[in-house]
């Protein structure tokens, strides 16, 4: 049974900064791509970011490029979100996912190719 659990969301006022982490089990995770999707109020969930399973190649959507940065540790089986210079419209509960197929690679990730979920992690930024 493929688990993920996210940690390190909280409030934040606008430019903080915050690390979101997630550690799956369950899987040959050093196999697999990893992506972050986020939820906002009202909103529908959207891809954030992807990396594939060496860490190579990495995605951003264009409202977080230059202050996000995705990268893993395989042998931790974690993958991790830095996130910088936050706004108040990255308010979000912020999930990390597994797709389908390991070697998935589709930009931006679309949220019916990913098979496993975290419980989400929720990020607040105050103005």
């Known amino acids: 049974q493929v688990t993920l659990v996210e940690s390190g969301g909280g409030s934040v006022q606008t430019g903080g900064s915050l690390r979101l982490s997630c550690t799956a089990s369950g899987l040959n995770f050093a196999d697999y791509t990893m992506a972050w999707f986020r939820q906002g109020p009202g909103k529908e969930r959207e891809g954030v970011s992807i990396?594939?399973?060496?860490?190579?190649?990495?995605y951003y959507v264009d409202s977080v490029k230059g202050r996000f940065r995705i990268s893993r540790d395989n042998a931790k089986n974690t993958v991790y979100l830095q996130m910088t210079s936050l706004k108040p419209e990255d308010t979000a509960m912020y999930f990390c996912?597994?797709?389908?197929?390991?070697?998935?690679?589709?930009?931006?990730?679309?949220?019916?190719?990913?098979?496993?979920w975290g419980q989400g992690t929720l990020v607040t930024v105050s103005s």
């Open positions: 990396i594939n399973y060496s860490g190579v190649h990495q």
């Open positions: 996912a597994v797709p389908e197929r390991s070697l998935y690679y589709y930009t931006p990730p679309r949220r019916a190719d990913f098979t496993y």
